[in-house]
């Protein structure tokens, strides 16, 4: 079973999203989502296997050492194949490829990392699923309802959590700090936030 670590949106943000995931289930081209147990989110790592205590004791430690980032929501893009798959993309921010790495990094002791390379620097960036995997047939008109919606618009992460799938279910979850609250800007360089 796959397991990920994960950021969670600002209450509006997560609203928007989910309205997104409704009209895709409700017109029957995507549900999964929609009726899975998770909330919109970015991944950031991926992990074949995890440590889930150990994993869930450094998410604790990792999330009281950084501050909620900006987020601005800024296009709609499509992963395509036999099964395409819409996003929402995000623009990739230094603070967001920094935590991300920082992510990675704190997490890699506790779990065999997916044999993928989405998660990698220099290809990783962030992004917000709107459909599992559909078919080809029905892209076109997800992308009418998709061009309905507003865009651009700016939130934030407000958490970390620890999520299986499929199906998808939350582990954990732990708040980011509010902005002030973390001295030295909320970067942990090099450091494994927690277990030592």
């Known amino acids: 079973m796959p397991y990920a670590i994960v950021g969670y949106f600002d209450p509006d943000t997560d609203k928007k999203i989910k309205a997104i995931w409704k009209t895709f289930a409700d017109t029957g ?14 991944k950031f790592a991926m992990y074949e296997s995890i440590g889930t205590d150990n994993a869930l004791k450094c998410l604790e430690a990792f999330t009281g050492r950084f501050t909620k980032p900006d987020l601005h929501f800024k296009n709609y893009g499509i992963y395509p194949g036999d099964k395409p798959i819409l996003f929402l993309d995000l623009s990739a921010t230094l603070q967001m490829l920094e ?8 997490f890699s002791p506790w779990g065999e990392e997916a044999k993928v390379n989405f998660f990698d620097q220099g290809i990783w960036k962030p992004d917000c699923f709107l459909t599992n995997a559909m078919d080809k047939a029905d892209v076109d008109q997800a992308i009418r309802i998709l061009y309905n919606t507003q865009l651009p618009f700016n939130g934030y ?5 620890l999520i299986s799938f499929y199906p998808a279910r939350q582990i954990g979850r732990f708040a980011l700090q509010d902005k002030g609250t973390v001295t030295g800007g909320g970067t942990t360089t090099g450091q494994n936030p927690g277990l030592d």
């Open 29 to 42: 081209l995507s549900g999964y989502l929609h009726e899975s147990e998770n909330d919109p989110h970015i």
């Open 99 to 106: 935590l991300q790495l920082e992510v990675k990094t704190a």
């Open 157 to 161: 992460l407000t958490s970390l959590g």
